[in-house]
């Protein structure tokens, strides 16, 4: 099928937004040139190994690139790592992983993870490829051969690999295998352009190699930024709890961006949205408090209805900066016969309700000033007061730990 796609240098500045490193630069110009000549969409190649099920802002940054090369008119191709995920991605672990998947629970994160991708991906137009299909026929032979075409030294230019071996940690032969087979899955689909992290240069590279050797085209890669989470620190993920999910609900989603550094919010405007760089500056230059809402705005309704994030911005307005009652106040449980006289210390109402985790903190906080009860927010004097509990009581710690209780 013919296309015809835009001039080269507006595909250029679509493309380049967001990206850390291209690799080599100067054969992307030349690889959108013979495409628009020729009327061939690229083939955009990203892989998927799917680990686990949630898909957060840090994994939209790479599928928002696949969206903007769809709409340039380009050829979208997803390769869920069916057997790559059984391996495990070593690309900046200290140490092995302990635990590999069944294909089984691989199989059903793909579907998963799919059905998010399809939030920010139009699947309608993209290909979808599972590299088992050519790795699981492969004769131990085809192996053999395959892994004749690295060398160990090659594989050990590789910075995790480097510093496991430095600090003499073990390299475990089916991690060796993981950055060739993600190569040679760009070998199998043909693919121009793959994209990533900067961590996967690596792979980028010697999948380039292998492209050569089949005498095939060599592919690009396009290397993005790692996402910040919302400590501003370390890269976003669910396992630091530092994560935003595309598919938490809009409230949720706007009360974790309202945590984040301002510092980072050029780097979210700029890689979550396409807002012009010259709007967002301007953007930056207001209120870092308003920035949020507009950030948050737009991006929630990119996963949500439109509307969604005006809403969540309305309500977080309402019950935190302007100090209403939320609107999802949980209940929990306390049995009248944990009362002392009705009443409880209220260092030990606020661990038994589960607003701290410990009498000590529960102290700390009252000593601050956190500790208040009742929707006029009457603040605690001191941890020993015995506070007289009676059911439906509204209790808080901070403003975003509270609870009605409910006397059983």
């Not at 679509?14 to 850390?20: A, D, K, L, Q, T």
């Not at 935003?244 to 301002?262: A, C, H, R, V």
């Not at 009742?374 to 020993?384: L, P, R, Y």
Request: proline share 5%; aromatic share 6%; hydrophobic share 40%.
């Amino acid at each position: 099928m013919t296309v015809s796609f835009p001039p080269v240098e507006e595909q250029l500045a679509i493309i380049r937004r967001g990206v850390e490193k291209i690799v080599p630069e100067e054969e992307l110009a030349k690889k959108l040139q013979h495409s628009r000549d020729t009327g061939t969409p690229l083939r955009v190649k990203y892989g998927i190994d799917p680990t686990g099920i949630d898909v957060h802002l840090g994994h939209t940054v790479p599928l928002r690139k696949i969206r903007q090369f769809q709409e340039l008119g380009h050829q979208a191709v997803i390769i869920i790592g069916n057997y790559t995920a059984m391996v495990g991605d070593p690309s900046g672990r200290d140490e092995a992983r302990s635990k590999r998947l069944t294909e089984e629970q691989v199989e059903a994160n793909a579907r998963d993870y799919l059905a998010q991708v399809g939030k920010v991906v139009d699947m309608d137009r993209a290909e979808v490829h599972r590299n088992g299909d050519w790795f699981g026929s492969m004769a131990f032979a085809d192996v053999l051969g395959l892994c004749g075409r690295v060398t160990v030294a090659q594989l050990l230019t590789r910075d995790d690999f480097a510093k496991r071996y430095k600090e003499e940690k073990p390299i475990f032969l089916h991690e060796c295998l993981y950055p060739v087979m993600q190569a040679w899955d760009s070998v199998e689909i043909k693919s121009d352009i793959e994209l990533g992290g900067t961590e996967q240069l690596y792979s980028f590279m010697l999948a380039r190699d292998l492209q050569a050797q089949e005498g095939l085209n060599q592919q690009i890669g396009l290397m993005s930024p790692i996402l910040v989470g919302l400590d501003g620190v370390k890269r976003m993920g669910k396992s630091l709890g530092n994560y935003i999910g595309i598919s938490e609900p809009p409230y949720e989603m706007m009360k974790k961006f309202m945590q984040l550094p301002d510092d980072v919010m050029k780097m979210y405007f700029e890689l979550l949205t396409d807002l012009p760089l010259a709007d967002v500056d301007q953007v930056l230059a207001g209120h870092p408090q308003e920035a949020k809402f507009q950030l948050a705005q737009t991006v929630i309704d990119q996963y949500h209805e439109a509307g969604a994030g005006t809403e969540a911005a309305a309500r977080w307005k309402a019950e935190i900066r302007g100090g209403g009652l939320p609107g999802d106040i949980p209940e929990v449980e306390l049995s009248a016969s944990e009362l002392q006289d009705g009443g409880l210390p209220a260092y030990l109402l606020l661990t038994k309700l589960g607003l701290q985790s410990s009498n000590g903190e529960a102290r700390r906080l009252i000593k601050q000033g956190g500790g208040k009860l009742g929707e006029d927010k009457t603040v605690i004097g001191d941890a020993n007061d015995v506070i007289p509990v009676t059911d439906n009581m509204l209790v808080w710690a901070g403003k975003k730990k509270y609870c009605r209780v409910k006397l059983t």
